[in-house]
């Protein structure tokens, strides 16, 4: 698997889904999403300076596939962070407790951005399937009224040659607000990366 679009990514992150696939093919899969994260950092966020792979202060190697689902498995950035468990995720990873904070920051460098891209599109494509399927129902209802009504001149052979692909509807409305429907915004996610950065440049003073 090579990394050329966005599409790449999710189809990716959606093999992550399945938790026995990742612990069958786990080492096949650690070099292909260290692949994915440099190319979604480099070609969508525009950071060339980051390394892949990442390390501990102790020269100790960190997993970002490994960081990634132990993250996922605990409920996700917000809720590690909402109730401090980022020990928690450390010690899961063979690491000490102290180490927390480290992970937190290796989070945000290099998968906060990527997981929520992923997340978005996701909801995005749910919503956006269910408008479909309502704008479909809504037709079919409409033409089933009119046929009660005898406003209908299909015969019963022509209805059933009829068929509705993805968007069936005659809403302009509606399909211009898919049309329209938010896009991901990467310039506020480099800002928000730069944040990132500037936070572990700090936390590596304090430390020295």
Known sequence: MSFKVLQDCKALLEMLENNGYVSKYKFSLESKFDD???????????????????????NRKVSLLELCMVVKREGGHRRVTENNMWVVVAKDMGFDY??????????????????????FKSTQQKVVEKEIVEDVAEVRRSRSLDN????????????????????????????????????????????????????????????N
């Open 36 to 58: 994915m994260v440099d190319w979604f950092l480099k070609e969508k966020l525009e950071i060339t300076t980051r390394p892949i792979h990442a390390y501990a202060s102790d």
């Open 148 to 207: 009660q009504e005898g406003t209908s001149n299909h015969t019963g052979a022509e209805q059933d040659g009829e068929h509705y692909a993805f968007y069936a509807g005659n809403n302009w409305y509606r399909l211009n607000k898919l049309q329209k429907r938010k896009k991901f915004d990467f310039k506020q996610a480099k800002k928000a990366v730069n944040e990132a950065n500037k936070s572990v440049m700090m936390h590596s003073r304090k430390n």
């Open 98 to 119: 102290h180490d927390g904070e480290f992970m937190r920051l290796m989070y945000a460098m290099y998968l906060d951005v990527l997981v929520y891209y992923y997340k």
